[in-house]
């Protein structure tokens, strides 16, 4: 009896988690995965379940999960303040407050991933030649540019959601048909889904995000993984504001330097050569 009831148990289990997972088909001859149901709780869940949950790192697809990662955190940061908005106590984030907290929440998205960390630096570099990091204001601009994007792909999907009554996988895949065709592609083969992630760097976003050429309405909450400091100064200013010192005490001394060298312009030029030279960096 026992042993049954634990079988049971375990089916119930099983069935539960089931219910909780985004399920999904695997299309023959594609790398990826098709989404009917959406309710992972985690970035990193979702990201698996869209992309295959055995399937490794795919360098050609680093600008697609960076968008993805990327309008995660902003919506995130849109939700935290939403309820800072709602809280009188609380004060409203200064612009360089919410690119840093902007870019911190980047950085934890990205760490629910099953990617290893050398495969995450990738996804958040400016480019793969210089291989240089985002940063908060490149990582800002260029989210506003992904919710714009993301404005041009609904409107032609939603056309193509409207033709024929096509399920959201069928419209997507039509999408994916038509830029194949009009890429000029001779192939034999019908264009995978990883083709349409590369052609088009938002289409991974709206497949996670979107339902009927919309914000999905079922998504789950959007919460920070982790808290996030929110700096009280801009990064670097005490920095810059000691460099800026640094460089009125030194144009003073030129000053004095000046007056005592007087006519000879080699003399002034040894009588400095020893001193320092400020740089002042305006951030």
Partial sequence: FFAIFNVKATREQSETKRKNLLHYSTT????TSRI??????????RLSSVLGTNAGYDPSLRRSIQNAVLFEAKRIIDHMEAQRAADDSLEHLRA???KHVFW????????????QPEERAQVLWRKMTTKEPLGPETAWK???????????????IRPLLQAGGRSEEQAVDEYIAQAFEASNKASHRAPTRVWGYT???CLLCYVMYFKNARMDPDLPPATAPRDVDIPRERPGYRASAAAAAAAVDFSKRMQ????????????FHA????????????V
């Avoid at 911190?104 to 991933?113: G, M, N, S």
């Avoid at 260029?142 to 032609?156: G, Q, Y």
């Avoid at 009588?271 to 305006?282: F, G, L, N």
């Fill in 104 to 115: 911190e929440l980047a950085k934890q998205v990205l760490d629910t991933t099953h990617l």
């Fill in 199 to 201: 052609h088009n760097h």
């Fill in 271 to 282: 009588a400095t050569a020893d001193s320092a030279v400020v740089v002042v960096v305006v």
């Fill in 256 to 267: 004095t330097v000046d007056s005592a060298v007087g006519l000879n312009s080699a003399a």
């Fill in 36 to 45: 009917t149901k959406l309710t992972m709780a985690t970035f990193g869940e």
């Fill in 96 to 98: 360089f407050q919410r």
């Fill in 28 to 31: 023959i001859g594609t790398a």
């Fill in 142 to 156: 260029r989210v506003r540019t992904i919710e714009k994007e993301l404005e041009s792909l609904t409107d032609a």
